[in-house]
């Protein structure tokens, strides 16, 4: 796993086989209310298929944890509704977000992905970390 500085946000990177994820977290202000125990973070997802084989994710798997270290497990099959194929050099992008109940976390997973020939594989999604800057952090 690798972590970059962007413009605007930390990318959190991870390459499984000849598939890359990248991460970028955003905390979505406008629609947290820390009042009310609720911080939402939206999370772009870059994956690229830097191989020769033609892939389709078909699963996702979550593990989300917040900052009690309460964790919650989420799996699901695609990504947003869909079950995208992903032909060599090419790419898939998508936005979704995750609630918390507290103002830092971290998030980490995997993509089961299948080759056109039947082959079934994990992907890894990176650990990142969903903080608030300024925020205190509660190790445990």
Known sequence: ???RRGSDSAAYEARTRDIVVRVFPTYAAEESSPEQGLYLWSYTVEIENHGEETVTLIARRWTI?????????VE?????????ELKPREAF???????????????RGSYQMVTDAGDLFDVAIPEFSLHLPGAAMKLN
């Open 93 to 107: 992008r998508y936005v979704s977000n995750c609630p918390l109940p507290t103002p830092s976390g971290a998030m």
């Open 76 to 84: 699901g099959s695609g990504v947003v509704g869909e079950q995208p």
């Open 65 to 73: 944890t917040d900052g009690f270290n309460r964790v919650n497990e």
């Open 1 to 3: 796993m690798r972590r």
